[in-house]
T-cell receptor, first 110, second 112 residues
Framework: EAQVTQNPRYLITVTGKKLTVTCSQNMNHEYMSWYRQDPGLGLRQIYYSMNVEVTDKGDVPEGYKVSRKEKRNFPLILESPSPNQTSLYFC?????????FGPGTRLTVL | DAKTTQPTSMDCAEGRAANLPCNHSTISGNEYVYWYRQIHSQGPQYIIHGLKNNETNEMASLIITEDRKSSTLILPHATLRDTAVYYCIVRVARWSGYALNFGKGTSLLVTP
């Protein structure tokens, strides 16, 4: 089944403790991206990647890192999480104009 | 990407057709109309897209006016599981580099 998977689905952590949210797709898509969704602010893009080893900032990249060493994986790294990064995170992949989203990761930073 | 305007909310009785309108009067000739939906806190789900001809798939139908300034998403037999926020997005199809601008969408409530 074609899909985008994210892990973990839920995470509660403390300020400053490094964490990684994994994202994987099995559709051989070149384009992948990360969004965060907050009440009243909608979905905002954090980072995106046009292909392996090619990444670029989205609208809200501060406090996040990404890497794209393989086509199928696009992990989101929070080196030193802060409470304002408490949010619902979605990974997406696409080939052409249609994007396919993962199920989401709900992150709480205390 | 062209700006879109959608009603904030709509209701629909279960089993009836749900018709969700979208205005995109500034759409360019190479821009497609995309529809996504988001069921509470789940990942947005692609529904359908079209350029100028009407389109139908297993989920929905998309009717685009001849001048392409508006469109309607039709869920032919709405079920309770179709309760979601529906987003109309206009963008160039082949370009994947830009974030999708979801806007506020239409909150559809399907009632028994």
């Amino acid at each position: 089944e074609a899909q985008v998977t994210q892990n973990p689905r839920y995470l509660i952590t403390v300020t400053g403790k490094k964490l990684t949210v994994t994202c994987s797709q099995n559709m051989n898509h070149e384009y992948m991206s990360w969004y965060r969704q907050d009440p009243g602010l909608g979905l905002r893009q954090i980072y995106y990647s046009m292909n392996v080893e090619v990444t670029d900032k989205g609208d809200v990249p501060e406090g996040y890192k990404v890497s794209r060493k393989e086509k199928r994986n696009f992990p989101l790294i929070l080196e030193s999480p802060s409470p304002n990064q408490t949010s619902l995170y979605f990974c997406a992949s696409s080939s052409g104009g249609t994007q396919y989203f993962g199920p989401g990761t709900r992150l709480t930073v205390l | 990407d062209a700006k879109t305007t959608q009603p904030t909310s709509m209701d629909c009785a279960e089993g009836r057709a749900a018709n969700l309108p979208c205005n995109h009067s500034t759409i360019s000739g190479n821009e497609y109309v995309y529809w996504y939906r988001q069921i509470h806190s789940q990942g947005p789900q692609y529904i359908i897209h079209g350029l100028k001809n009407n389109e139908t798939n297993e989920m929905a139908s998309l009717i685009i006016t001849e001048d392409r300034k508006s469109s309607t998403l039709i869920l032919p037999h709405a079920t309770l599981r179709d309760t979601a926020v529906y987003y109309c997005i206009v963008r160039v199809a082949r370009w994947s580099g830009y974030a999708l601008n979801f806007g506020k969408g239409t909150s559809l409530l399907v009632t028994p």
